[in-house]
DNA sequence: GTGAAAGCGCTAACAA
DNA sequence: TTGTTAGCGCTTTCAC
């Protein structure tokens, strides 16, 4: 049985009423300083915590953050989540935030969780994670002024996707990766990524064009690590500028190369069918740049004696570490933190809110042996 | 803004008393059929959730499950508490319970944290996993009587230590491992584990020994996989005698075979140079169980071009799967739902306890390139 | 089988 | 600055 101490017992024992121990807690400006430290003093020894399901009738508010728990796939990039979700714990617990965990199979059931949890356990807010073209999520959610976060852009114009994210530049990782090939000398550097339409993959696949495009111009190849990390952290970039500008030339570009890449489903399997397709097509080809670590993984098995060819994947996975295969790290914890610190700000003050606030973080390259 | 309704709500609609709706829910076979229908229909209409921190206040009882999310050392295990995780939330959650996460540095900070936990949130129950010799929180909780399984036996025969838990069988899996290698010939196999001391490791170091033991004996030797699918479920095993029997015969021998085995920190650079040392110091060597995947990883990497060597790893990580180790896997998504039937069952009827309830799942060995 | 009353622990208003 | 009053939504007695 856990011991239950009330506010009532901290009153009696400090001698105050009731009503001085809530404010020293809710409202400390409005205690004298002394009884405040006199109070904070007995709940200390007593060891009171102010019960949550009494505290939430009263204050409508859970202190509660719930989050989508995947199977993850093939499992390789699992641990993307995996290493998210404990930045997010860890966050989310500094500034009095539990995490809620719930799982669902797609879209629509998602929402029906969203149902059931709303009405029972009343989460403060919801991260999201995997947007992508036409989320449902997004637009239940906003429709009916419920608080959360994406971690993933919305990869959508659509007014009713405008919402607070945060989300790592994929491109600039792919850039940096294709950045660092040139820089090593590599002249045709294919790319492996997924069908056209998945906006994250999409993402990345410009960062390799834009790379090879402004190879091209000539421009300077020293700075191979800056695509990555002069991409420095921006809030309240407009989203429909943030899609256009000099990408769209790049994106261009890279179409004029599209011999030189692949898009096929993720996993190992396709990302090695793949790159042995490539490698036949251009006798050139001499490196390959893939959008996650699973292609990367089955590119490296697509490699013949005595042909050398370098590979970067995505994610750097602890496949990816295992095997010594260069990848593009995600500031995981960071983009936790900057989640729950801008769930934090909208749910202290939900009278000013800014309606679209966002977060793009910059990856790193980690450089092992396959590049 | 979420739309509440509330019992009274329900109630007015339907023309009934409060009670009536709460009894529907809470003991229905105290009402009417008829009206126990019309009033599951009426709270189907109105979309009607019971509030869960107004239930709380009245029964004590939050439904809420609480477990700890690590941090993971070098990953390539990390997705095996990720899997247990995604397990343990969905199975829960068709129990009417939901997972709340936390993190914790060590054992001390940990029932910090349960402190905290159990004054505001108040879960029902507690997850334990990484359980290890001398754990502190098992005895913490126990001393309280606070509902809780580990997954993970309890490395201890302490009287303190008798608890509730899941397990997955090691020495099933190592034994089923070893006996896949005799069996396709290997006679000098070698074994990778962690130093003496740790229960999970010892635990699987000794079914390799078991297996080596009794192929010396004249087994036979074409049951190979029965060491892992005959270890069936158990409940109620006293941890006592599981943990003498044959077993005990089967370490001495094991402990002859010292030459043949290594015991390392987890990871890939300790694996390769285990294994390499290994393999220089017994010409003869031609297999490897590893106690880990991370260990597995680096021994495949130690091996020589003109020497072939089978190597077997442990958890079926992703990483396994990418490089093509054979590994034993762990039954995670089992063990989950068995952890939360053992605390539903616990948490309905707190009085019939039995002290203590073990289920011991049986792995099963994955075969791919590498042995 | 159904309805009325009480109270779980807390905090927002108001009164002193 | 501190104390008093009321009530969040629910379930558990207890009458009816």
Redesign the pocket.
Same mark, same amino acid.
């Given at each position: 049985m856990a011991e239950? =101490? &009330?506010? &009532?017992? @901290?009153?009696r024992a400090a +001698? @105050? #009423? *009731?009503? /001085? =121990?809530?404010? /020293?807690?809710? #409202?400390p400006? =409005? =205690? *004298? !300083? !002394?009884? *405040?430290r006199h109070v904070l003093e007995v709940i200390e020894r007593l060891g009171?915590?102010?019960?949550?399901?009494?505290?939430?009738? *009263? &204050? +409508?508010r859970s202190r509660l953050i719930a989050i989508r728990i995947e199977p993850d796939g093939d499992g390789i990039s699992g641990s993307v989540l995996d290493r998210f979700l404990h930045g997010l714990t860890e966050t989310a617990a500094q500034e009095g935030y539990r995490i809620l965990l719930y799982t669902a199979a797609d879209d629509r059931s998602e929402i029906a969780t969203y149902e059931d949890l709303l +009405?029972a356990y009343k989460p403060d807010a919801f991260v999201l994670t995997a947007t992508h073209h036409d989320d449902l999520r997004t637009s239940w959610l906003l429709e009916r002024g419920l608080p959360f976060v994406a971690f993933g852009r919305p990869w959508s114009d659509l007014p009713d996707a405008r919402h607070p994210w945060v989300d790592v530049d994929g491109a600039a990782g792919t850039e940096a990766a294709t950045r660092h090939l040139l820089a090593a000398g590599h002249r045709r550097i294919g790319f492996i990524g997924w069908p056209p339409g998945s906006g994250v993959g999409d993402d990345r696949r410009e960062g390799w064009a834009r790379a090879l495009a402004a190879s091209q111009r000539g421009t300077d190849l020293t700075t191979s690590q800056q695509g990555a990390t002069l991409a420095a952290s921006q809030q309240g970039t407009d989203l429909a500028a943030f899609r256009q500008g000099p990408d769209a030339a790049a994106s261009q570009q890279g179409a004029a190369l599209g011999g030189l890449q692949r898009a096929v489903e993720d996993g190992i399997a396709a990302g090695e069918s793949a790159a042995r397709d490539l490698l036949a097509a251009d006798p050139e080809l001499t490196a390959l740049v893939c959008a996650s670590d699973s292609l990367a993984l089955g590119a490296l098995q697509a490699r013949e004696p005595g042909r050398p060819v370098a590979v970067i994947g995505f994610d750097d996975t602890p496949a990816a570490k295992a095997v010594g295969l260069t990848s593009v790290n995600q500031p995981l914890a960071e983009a936790a933190a900057a989640c729950v610190e801008l769930l934090a700000r909208a749910l202290e003050s939900p009278d000013a809110e800014p309606p679209s606030t966002h977060v793009l973080l910059p990856p790193s390259l980690i450089i092992r042996q396959s590049a």
């Open positions: 239950k =101490v &009330t506010i &009532t017992d @901290v009153a +001698g @105050v #009423s *009731r009503q /001085t =121990v809530s404010n /020293t807690l809710n #409202s400006e =409005v =205690v *004298r !300083e !002394e009884t *405040r009171y915590r102010a019960n949550q399901a009494a505290r939430q009738m *009263r &204050t +409508g +009405g």
